[in-house]
């Protein structure tokens, strides 16, 4: 009794934290929003770290990207921003060609995602697909809905030069942001930026 009192009083209170209580970071505003992404050659990754920078920027409190084949939970987030390339040209679903196919139909049913916001971004070549510009991001966009999520970011397709795309979700209107590193590599980075401030506005963050 008497060594077990003595080690209790030798003991800094800082090891006590380390070895007797589970590394534990208060729940603040900096886990608001999440970043996901998937890629096949580093295109959708490159906008991801575009969109994560706009949003430093903005002075919103985000995650680092996060490549959603590594991802253990995006449930632990207020809202998230969810981004895909396309590769799978004109097929129904798992338009991705990546780690989304799978986590659209194996991991998002079981997930609640009522409340939360999200918004999509896609990278696709709207030249070489023209038919199927940026696809994928329509499918991420409609199985985050059917899974309960309130979709925000929509935005205008002027400035673009695809001829079909399933994100056009509206006339005129990408169910988000959508990225042509192929073509348009020099304006991800404005576009990143002004879609940042285009959520905020949403009441995103
Ligand atoms: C075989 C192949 C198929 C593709 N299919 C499409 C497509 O259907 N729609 C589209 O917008 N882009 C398509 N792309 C272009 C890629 O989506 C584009 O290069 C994108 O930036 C790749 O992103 P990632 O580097 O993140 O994988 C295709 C490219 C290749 C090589």
Known sequence: MKLALTLCLIVPAASWHMVGRPAMRPRTSLDATGVFYSTMTGNTETCGNHIVEALKGAGVDASDLTDIGDADSVDSFDSLIVGAPTWHTGADSERSGTAWDEWLYDTLPSLD????????????????????????????????????????????????NHVESKAEVESGKFCGQMFDEDNQYDESEGRAKAWVEQLKGEGMF
Request: charged share 20%.
């Open 113 to 160: 995602l009522s409340g939360k916001k999200v918004a999509v971004f896609g990278c696709g070549d709207q030249e070489g697909y023209a038919d199927n510009y940026c696809d994928a991001a329509g499918e991420l966009f409609d199985q985050f809905k059917a899974a309960g999520a309130t979709l925000v970011g929509m935005t205008s397709t002027d400035g673009y």
